[in-house]
């Protein structure tokens, strides 16, 4: 499948759009008095809208200004550093909605004005947590920008609760999203491929470079900084999040990081999902970056999802601290592990700390067998009482297993204030 048939619309409008992204969905009615942005009043298993709050720009957000009763891009002469494109790009990620029922379909309606001589495109993303709280990935809920493009999200388990991401590229700042509205109901589960443990597979990865840019989530690249880039904005972290993680495996160590910008070649290359939900080129196989698809086998004719003629077959791109400290010294081969992928049965929790190292058992005598770079977001099965450490004044004997890794971290490195983590049981 090409990126050409695949790729949103795109136009030259003058025209306000509205976009329904969901055919035959019917949306709940508010209840009388109810206040836009209110949960309307559910009946059983009917839907349930509510009104997305684009005012508020947080630190979350990327290059993007609310006035005038519209979010727009701030600078229309801003791109993130990694990206191969001309037009100015902003980022919103929207405040989480908490709902009272489980729901996996997720439609939007979009309201935005796309007037002027301008090459515009605005999409919604949205994603789910369940209560164990791990975040399914980014899915596309509609798109504006030329001939309205209509669906659903439909996400991978039942959630319960809800968020939006609206990104933008316009060229002459002419792109004006005026309210956000998402509709969220109970539908049958779809079969998905995934399996017990999180996706592994060995890929090329490049360094990024590209100090003092900034990457797709709005971090400003650092000497020996720690992330990584994947060709999809569907494992996009927010920034200064570790929500989406990887772990790379390099000649020397191996090591977690988040998942900071998008990249390399391709946008909309999530190779490490099943084939069939793969966002495009669904006829290659799990684990195989287009890329590396079109360099090897002339693949797509051996272009990107742009058109570029492909030089190398690189499916992550590594930020200087992780590139060096995996083991690389050039361009070369790595194992990678996408620790958001799987089950992910057990709840996640953030860490701190730096170079927090994971055990084979709850002990510090124990074999190393992964080590955090940074904080991060990690799933956790069960915990238990293991040798008694101490770590900047605080002493705890408590232990995480994290199924991802297939070992042991103290409870000292888990961003909660409990030394024994709440709703996790004991292994």
């Not at 508020?56 to 009763?69: E, H, L, Q």
């Not at 190779?271 to 684990?287: K, V």
């Not at 890329?291 to 690189?314: F, H, I, M």
């Not at 004044?393 to 204030?417: E, H, K, Q, R």
């Amino acid at each position: 499948m090409t990126d050409r048939a695949r790729s949103p619309y795109r136009r030259r409008a003058a025209a306000a759009l509205s976009l329904l992204a969901c055919v035959g969905v019917a949306v709940a009615t508010p209840s009388a008095g109810a206040a836009d942005g209110q949960k309307s009043t559910r009946v059983e298993n009917a839907p349930i809208s509510w009104s997305a709050d684009p005012t508020r720009v947080t630190p979350d957000d990327v290059n993007v200004r609310y006035a005038k009763g519209a979010l727009s891009v701030r600078d229309t002469a801003f791109r993130p550093a990694s990206a191969e494109t001309g037009r100015g790009y902003g980022a919103q990620v929207l405040a989480p909605e908490t709902l009272d029922a489980p729901v996996n379909r997720v439609s939007a309606e979009l309201v935005a004005d796309l007037s002027g001589d301008a090459d515009v495109e605005v999409v919604v993303d949205v994603r789910g947590r369940s209560a164990q709280g791990a975040w399914t990935e980014w899915v596309p809920a509609g798109a504006a920008g030329g001939a309205a493009e209509q669906g659903t999200a439909v996400l991978p388990r039942a959630v319960t609760t809800v968020q939006a991401r609206i990104t933008l590229w316009d060229t002459g700042g002419e792109a004006r999203v005026r309210s956000l509205r998402l509709t969220a109901e109970k539908g049958a589960v779809p079969r998905t491929e995934a399996g017990a443990t999180a996706f592994t597979a060995r890929v090329f990865a490049t360094r990024e470079g590209l100090v003092g840019g900034t990457t797709a989530n709005g971090h400003v690249i650092q000497p020996n900084d720690h992330f990584v880039a994947l060709p999809s904005r569907r494992g996009l972290s927010p920034n200064g999040s570790g929500q989406y993680s990887v772990q790379v495996c390099g000649p020397a160590r191996c090591e977690t990081a988040p998942v900071w910008d998008v990249g390399p070649w391709n946008t909309k290359d999530d190779y490490w999902n099943p084939s069939p939900t793969r966002e495009m080129f669904q006829d290659l196989a799990q684990g195989m970056p287009e890329a590396q698809a079109a360099y090897e086998t002339g693949y797509n004719g051996g272009k990107d999802g742009s058109g570029r003629t492909v030089l190398n077959p690189a499916g992550i791109d590594l930020a200087d601290g992780t590139f060096y400290n995996v083991g690389l010294n050039d361009n070369g081969w790595v194992t990678v592990t996408y620790l958001w992928t799987g089950d992910q049965t057990g709840k996640s929790f953030p860490t701190w700390g730096t170079d927090v190292r994971i055990r084979q058992q709850a002990t510090t005598a124990s074999p190393e067998v992964a080590r955090l770079a940074g904080p991060t977001t990690v799933n956790v099965t069960c915990q238990v009482h293991g040798q008694q450490i101490t770590v900047d004044g605080i002493t705890n004997d408590g232990w995480s297993y994290l199924p991802s890794f297939g070992g042991y971290i103290s409870n000292i490195f888990i961003d909660v204030a409990e030394s024994w983590l709440p709703g996790v049981p004991n292994c």
